[in-house]
Nanobody, 122 residues
Framework: QVHLVESGGGLVQAGGSLRLSCAAS????????MGWFRQAPGKEREFVAV????????YYVDSVKGRFSISRDNAKNTVFLQMNSLKPEDTAVYYC???????????????WGQGTQVTVSS
């Protein structure tokens, strides 16, 4: 069982930056693939970024490549999403999630946090 809690969301102007954190419980955090997803109002939840258990492999949706960076600190059971050059279309609730295998598919993630709101004003 993995319990996930996101933080770091907020209101930021376009072009600004935010750093999201996701703190995980449990001693098996370092064995999980960790992903970030987001859901805008009226839209389906979508994949944003994923990182392997060691942190050596990452993958991003095209719309955030070059702007967002996913990382993790296994000693602190935490995964991060650094978001730079934010755009109004990045406005969404951001969720972290844990999976057993490298995947960008929502249904293959076993554990989810409650989400944190990111609002980007124009």
């Amino acid at each position: 069982q993995v319990h996930l809690v996101e933080s770091g969301g907020g209101l930021v102007q376009a072009g600004g930056s935010l750093r999201l954190s996701c703190a995980a419980s449990g001693r098996t955090f370092s064995s999980y693939v960790m992903g970030w997803f987001r859901q805008a109002p009226g839209k389906e939840r979508e994949f944003v970024a994923v990182i392997s258990p060691s942190g050596a492999w990452t993958y991003y949706v095209d719309s955030v490549k070059g702007r967002f960076s996913i990382s993790r600190d296994n000693a602190k059971n935490t995964v991060f999403l650094q978001m730079n050059s934010l755009k109004p279309e990045d406005t969404a609730v951001y969720y972290c999630a844990a999976a057993r295998a490298r995947t960008a598919t929502l249904d293959e993630y076993d554990y989810w946090g409650q989400g944190t709101q990111v609002t980007v004003s124009s």
